[in-house]
């Protein structure tokens, strides 16, 4: 990081007035969208579009390698493509897919399946008895640790679906967001329609590789989040270190390198996780923030904007999968914090935990349920945890 030569350092100022020019885009379009109350739970607080997607030198339609080119140089970031978040959303066609074939769920007069469609695909039936209606899923999102929701097609609109798959109960349920009251119509019980614009925030998060001259083509989306979506499109990169030019140099590589101050590492990663102006400009402060890990983790004593310890990746590498044994944590909590009895020294002066010497984040992260989504979210306010306490925000 100390020998970041000008080219670089260039890049890197370039990319920081662009995030300053999204801070700058997202104060104006939060005031825009806070009011409007039919927007799905997930994305009504959400106001950012991904940013670094719209940077890079080339934006054209040849400008994305794919992830498939990236790891012919970059093999040992293989992992990064089964990643959840690699897996962000899946082409119904994907084998990994559920079988969801047994599955129904019932809506006030409606029930709700899915079985095979046309051309392989799938699609999503509702009928009520006498009459029915199908539409195609052109898109499944979430790669299903949690749940999933499809994306229906109907007369060349997209649709929202009403019903989700949750993991927790193999099994579809209500969508998060949507209305308990039943649906009025066969349509209505498929899913409610996407407006453009919220198209546009769905794939700018679940999908690459689709922005082309500062425009979204669903058509062109790949799912989940891929190479190109966090380090931008990368032909001129890959030329150049296929020419040689670079071979291992690391002169001015010809793409978003990932290097940040600690504090715009977090907005980095909130472009999709939500950062904190996100919440706080939407208003929602309750437990409906507690997937809004760059929110919650700001309100905890550790958080230091300028401590490279406590930023996201800092305990998370976006190439591999979530590592989920609470003891890989402790030696991120100990690189602050002493254990009892240690003297503290320059670089860790925190304070010692009474009570125990490892499994930190088993006390202090608690999971915590989130109504309608059956499954418990990790609340990234590290903190010491009072029994019975209110959602503390
Ligand atoms: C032809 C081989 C090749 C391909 C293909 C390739 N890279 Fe690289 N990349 C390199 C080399 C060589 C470097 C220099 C540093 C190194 O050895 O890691 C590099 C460096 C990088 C860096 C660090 C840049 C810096 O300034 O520190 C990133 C990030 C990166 N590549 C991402 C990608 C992504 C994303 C793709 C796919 C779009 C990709 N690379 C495709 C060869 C390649
Ligand atoms: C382009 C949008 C986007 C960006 C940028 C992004 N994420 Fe994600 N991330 C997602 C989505 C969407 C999921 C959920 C995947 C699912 O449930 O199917 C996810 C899931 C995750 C998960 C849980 C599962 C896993 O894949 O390990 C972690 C951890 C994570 N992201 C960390 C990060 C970090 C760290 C950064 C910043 C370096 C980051 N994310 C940036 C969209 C993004
Ligand atoms: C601002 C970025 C963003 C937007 C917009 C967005 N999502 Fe997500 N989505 C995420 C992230 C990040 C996660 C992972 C949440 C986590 O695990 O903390 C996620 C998780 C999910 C999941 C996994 C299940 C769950 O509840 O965790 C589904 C399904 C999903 N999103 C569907 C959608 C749909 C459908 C839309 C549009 C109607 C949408 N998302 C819009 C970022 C976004
Ligand atoms: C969710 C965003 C995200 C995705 C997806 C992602 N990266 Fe990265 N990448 C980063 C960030 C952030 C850094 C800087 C990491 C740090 O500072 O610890 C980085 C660093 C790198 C580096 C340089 C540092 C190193 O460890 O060698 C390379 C090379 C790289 N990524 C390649 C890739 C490739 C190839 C893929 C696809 C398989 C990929 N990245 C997917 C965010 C991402
Ligand atoms: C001090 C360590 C730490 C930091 C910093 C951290 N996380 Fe986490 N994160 C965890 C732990 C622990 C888990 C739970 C892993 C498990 O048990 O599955 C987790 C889980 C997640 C998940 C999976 C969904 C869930 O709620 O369990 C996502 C997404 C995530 N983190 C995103 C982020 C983002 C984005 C940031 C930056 C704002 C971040 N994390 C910073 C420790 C951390
Ligand atoms: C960047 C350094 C840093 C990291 C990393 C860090 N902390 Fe802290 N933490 C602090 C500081 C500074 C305080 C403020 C009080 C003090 O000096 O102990 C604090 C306070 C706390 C408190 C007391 C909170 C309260 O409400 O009084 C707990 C509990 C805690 N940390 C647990 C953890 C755990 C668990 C981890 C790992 C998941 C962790 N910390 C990671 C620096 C850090
Ligand atoms: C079994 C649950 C549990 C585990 C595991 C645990 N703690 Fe704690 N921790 C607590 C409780 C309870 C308190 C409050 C103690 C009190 O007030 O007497 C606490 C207090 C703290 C404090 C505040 C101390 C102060 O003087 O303000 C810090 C910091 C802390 N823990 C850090 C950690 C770290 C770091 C780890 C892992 C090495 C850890 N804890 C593991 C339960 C736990």
């Not at 793409?255 to 996100?278: E, K, Q, S, W």
Request: glycine residues 8%; aromatic residues 6%; hydrophobic residues 30%.
């Amino acid at each position: 990081m100390a020998t970041l030569d000008s080219g670089r350092s260039h890049r890197l100022s370039r990319w920081m007035l662009t995030l300053a020019f999204g801070v700058f885009v997202l104060c104006c379009v939060a005031g825009a969208l806070c009011g409007s109350s039919s927007v799905h739970a997930m994305q009504d607080e959400h106001v950012t579009m991904p940013r670094s997607r719209y940077e890079t030198g080339a934006t054209g339609k040849n400008a994305y390698v794919g992830d498939g080119k990236c790891i012919t140089c970059h093999r040992g970031m293989s992992s990064g493509l089964s990643t959840q978040m690699g897996r962000a959303a899946l082409d119904p066609r994907d084998p990994d897919a559920p079988n969801y074939s047994t599955m129904s769920y019932h809506d006030g007069s409606y029930t709700i399946t899915i079985a095979k469609g046309d051309h392989d695909g799938l699609e999503m039936r509702a009928s009520d008895g006498s009459a029915s209606l199908a539409a195609p899923i052109r898109w499944i999102f979430g790669q299903g640790y949690d749940g999933q929701t499809f994306i229906l097609e109907k007369d060349g609109k997209l649709y929202e679906s009403r019903a989700s798959y949750y993991l927790a109960l193999s099994n579809l349920d209500l969508t998060i967001g949507h209305s308990s009251s039943p649906p009025k119509s066969l349509m209505a019980a498929l899913g409610r329609p996407l407006p453009e614009a919220e198209v546009k925030k769905c794939f700018s998060c679940h999908t690459s590789e689709d922005v082309f001259d500062g425009r979204i083509d669903v058509k062109q989306a790949h799912p989940g989040v891929t190479c190109e979506n966090c380090h931008g499109a990368g032909s001129d990169h890959v030329s150049l270190m296929a020419s040689g030019g670079g071979s291992n140099t690391l002169k001015d590589a010809d793409i978003f390198a990932g290097i940040l101050a600690p504090v715009d590492m977090n907005d980095f990663c909130g472009r999709c996780h939500r950062t904190t102006h996100d919440v706080l400009s939407s208003g929602i402060r309750d437990i409906r923030n507690v997937r809004f890990q760059p929110y919650r983790l700001e309100n905890s004593r550790c958080y230091d904007p300028s401590d490279p310890r406590i930023t996201c990746v800092a305990c998370h590498d976006p190439h591999r999968k979530l590592e989920t044994a609470s003891a890989t944590y402790d030696e991120r909590c100990l690189s602050c914090h002493v254990r009892l009895g240690e003297k503290p020294s320059r670089d860790k002066t925190a304070a010692a935990c009474p009570r125990a010497t490892k499994d930190c984040t088993s006390c202090h992260m608690p999971k915590l349920d989130l109504p309608g989504a059956h499954f418990a979210f990790t609340d990234h306010y590290i903190r010491i945890v009072k029994p019975n306490e209110p959602y503390p925000n």
